[in-house]
């Protein structure tokens, strides 16, 4: 074996080594999860942290279904605004708009990405709270304010991956299209839509990771109330914002409790993932 | 005889950006001929096709000048409509592309898009151009199945029916043949000759012999010029340009 074929066996090992130990941290990180939020879950019934409506951690009364309910409602609520103003966006830059004007607004879009959610949230304070304090009434901490600032938050994830897969189908598609007699928007309905419909779910879900999953612009105009929401000016606590909240000071079974917060948490995203993945291979097959 | 002139191009020009890629071109289609349009690549006979249906639009930069009627009508006027321009030009392009749809989709589409939405109607178009291009009997079993699992020859044959259920009245032709083997261009030669009888067909071609055998007069077109224009037979037995003879004979291009 020369020393060149030598080198590629240890290239190779050595990725192999990083590769590994990437997917094993992150399976050691679910282990340790559920090793700490499993055992309470089972001494007190799973049913009483699935459907129990109290949250007393320190009184052993651990119902989460207000957080449930709060992340599940904030989360559709962002994926309601985040939805339609992305696609429209994304669909307007690749289909309508010149090409000078898509080079200058597709960077921009994707430097919202890079905003830290704590400024977000203080925007969020600042403008939103109020705005809505004031026109639609309640504290303002709201369903409503959580999920317009989520809602913006994930555009840039929304629009820039379904630009993307706008912008993969092929050219002879549409140029078929229109050859036949379509307007630019039957060829965007009829055609282009259907064939870059895969990356577009594939957008939404990562979006929706990114809504059910931020907690420190949640925290700052959610309201953080414990109780399960009427109405979207409600305030409500999502299972991120309980385990951020309350980690700090928390000990024995009151931590343990938010260990099972996080085991709830990585579930319920497991769940949503796996449906978004069937719906869009089922869009594929098609 | 005024009215048997279908398209005139008076000095007609085009430009992509800087770049001059019709030069001036003058002439004229008559109705019901086929015109073959001859020229070595990058000559500007795909453009001038493309520019008769105004596909061109769609690249940025694309600008004309001079006249070009169909019909009698200027199509670069303001108030010219392109979609219903498109559907009077049905184009066909080099490469087969149906749309990822089913065979019935890809017939059924244009009609549709234009707004015709019975279905007993688009069962009768859709079952007649696939007869005129001698596709029906190979697919009338299986007209929902996806497009794209059809042959290439397959699929242009289905590419000029979906054309066909437009109606229109031209059929442009964009180097339809060079992706087939020698079969199913004869299927596709066979099909134009019977297509001429309803429609006007200008046919832009790589293939010199495919002129002769079908094109009823023959344009030879050269670095963004029309060098030639004539009776076919004419122009390959006793071409008035050297440099149509010369590209006829293969001395280049």
């Not at chain 1, 119902?63 to 992340?71: A, V």
């Not at chain 1, 870059?196 to 931020?214: D, N, P, V, Y």
Request: include cysteine.
């Amino acid at each position: 074996m020369t020393t060149l074929e030598r080198n590629e066996k240890l290239i190779q090992l050595a990725l192999l080594m990083i590769a590994l130990s990437a997917i094993s941290i992150l399976a050691i990180i679910t282990l340790f999860i559920f090793k700490e939020g499993m055992p309470i879950m089972f001494k007190y019934g799973v049913n009483k942290f699935l459907f129990g409506l109290d949250w007393y951690p320190t009184e052993q009364s651990f119902g989460l279904l207000p957080m449930i309910i709060g992340s599940l409602a904030v989360t559709a609520g962002s994926l309601i605004i985040g939805i339609p103003f992305g696609l429209a966006c994304a669909i307007f830059l690749t289909e309508f708009s010149s090409l000078r004007l898509r080079q200058i607004i597709k960077p921009i879009i994707e430097l919202l990405a890079g905003i830290p959610s704590v400024v977000y949230g203080f925007m969020g304070v600042i403008i939103l709270v109020p705005f809505i304090r004031e026109h639609l009434g309640g504290s303002g901490l709201s369903v409503l304010a959580a999920s317009i600032i989520l809602g913006i938050m994930i555009l840039p994830t929304i629009i820039s991956i379904s630009i993307d897969s706008l912008q993969a189908v092929p050219r002879s598609y549409r140029e078929g299209s229109i050859a036949l007699g379509a307007t630019k928007w039957q060829t965007t309905k009829m055609v282009t839509l259907p064939s870059a419909k895969s990356g577009i779910i594939a957008s939404i879900i990562l979006g929706m990771g990114r809504a059910i999953g931020e907690t420190m612009a949640v925290i700052m105009i959610a309201g953080n109330a414990v109780s399960i929401p009427h109405s979207v000016l409600d305030p409500v606590r999502t299972l991120t914002s309980n385990i951020a909240l309350e980690m700090g000071y928390a000990s024995g079974e009151h931590r343990q409790a938010l260990f099972a917060t996080g085991v709830i948490l990585f579930i319920i995203i497991m769940i949503l993932n796996t449906i978004a993945n069937a719906t869009a291979a089922k869009q594929r097959t098609k | 005889m005024t009215s048997n002139i279908a398209i005139e191009s008076r000095d007609f020009s085009h430009f992509f950006g800087p770049l001059q890629t019709l030069k001036k071109i003058n002439l004229q289609v008559f109705r019901n001929e086929i015109l073959g349009i001859i020229g070595p690549a990058g000559s500007g006979k795909s453009t001038f096709l493309r520019s008769l249906n105004r596909l061109n639009d769609l690249v940025p930069g694309s600008r004309v000048e001079g006249t070009l009627k169909i019909d009698g009508k200027d199509i670069y006027a303001p108030d010219m409509s392109v979609v219903e321009l498109r559907r009077k030009l049905g184009i066909v392009f080099a490469t087969p592309v149906p749309l990822p749809r089913s065979i019935y989709e890809n017939v059924a589409f244009g009609p549709k898009m234009a707004g015709v939405h019975s279905r007993r109607k688009l069962n009768e178009l859709v079952a007649d151009c696939l007869k005129q291009t001698t596709l029906w009997e190979e697919v009338k079993d299986r007209l929902d199945s996806s497009a794209l699992k059809l042959s290439g020859g397959q699929q242009q044959r289905l590419c000029v029916a979906r054309i066909l259920a437009l109606r229109p009245d031209y059929i442009l032709l964009d180097e339809p043949c060079s992706g087939l083997d020698p079969i199913s261009t004869m299927k596709i030669e066979e099909s134009l000759r019977e297509l001429k009888k309803q429609y006007t067909i200008i046919l832009v071609t790589n293939n010199t012999k495919q002129a002769a055998r079908v094109a009823d007069r023959t344009a030879f077109f050269l670095s963004g010029e029309m060098i030639e224009i004539g009776q076919t037979e004419k122009i390959f037995t006793a071409p008035v340009d050297q440099r149509t003879n010369d590209y006829i004979v293969g001395r280049f291009g």
